[in-house]
């Protein structure tokens, strides 16, 4: 996890001790961030490491974004978030399984209207005879490539594939 200040003029961010805009290689446009940073116009950012290993970047917006004492303070609430296991929480529909989705998505007033709406609910019950248990966010793009391949194994078009129907006889 860390801060980094994201140059005005060129917009690339790096560390907060650097007193010139560079980069790894010496590339940057050599502004005086120093300089920048006492009239307020360098921003920050944050990132840090998700499950799963995926790297985020969080733009500080709002009249503290320039503040890298605020900066610090996002920080470290990101790390006691990650530590707690709660980087999450703002989105509650993360450990929400397929089939919870599903329910979800065919309760929705507009969708009941649509005049594929039986279609719809095959095309998903089929789905969810494989993925049903599963969290949403634990999905792999190898395992649905795999389910397509599988379902094409049988003969099945390649708009039928893309659909979810399917034989009961495939994962069952």
């Not at 003029?9 to 502004?31: D, E, I, L, V, W």
């Not at 929480?89 to 979800?104: G, H, S």
């Not at 792999?140 to 099945?156: D, F, I, N, S, V």
Request: hydrophobic share 30%.
């Amino acid at each position: 996890m860390a801060v980094l200040a994201e140059c005005p003029f060129c917009h690339r961010r790096q560390t907060t001790r650097s007193k010139k805009c560079t980069s790894k290689n010496g590339k940057g446009c050599g502004a005086d961030l120093e300089k920048a940073k006492r009239s307020g116009k360098v921003k920050y950012w944050i990132a840090y490491r998700v499950p799963g290993g995926k790297q985020r970047f969080e733009k500080l917006t709002g009249e503290n974004a320039t503040s890298v004492e605020y900066a610090r303070a996002a920080d470290a609430k990101r790390k006691v978030q990650k530590r707690e296991n709660r980087i999450f929480d703002i989105k509650p529909e993360a450990k929400m399984t397929f089939q919870e989705l599903t329910n979800w998505y065919l309760g929705l007033e507009k969708v009941k209207g649509k005049a594929y709406f039986r279609t719809l609910q095959y095309n998903l019950a089929s789905f969810n005879k494989v993925f049903g248990e599963t969290i949403v966010r634990d999905i792999k793009p190898g395992a649905l490539e795999e389910y397509q391949a599988k379902r094409k194994a049988l003969g099945l078009s390649d708009s039928y594939v893309d659909q979810g129907k399917m034989g009961s006889n495939l994962y069952s």
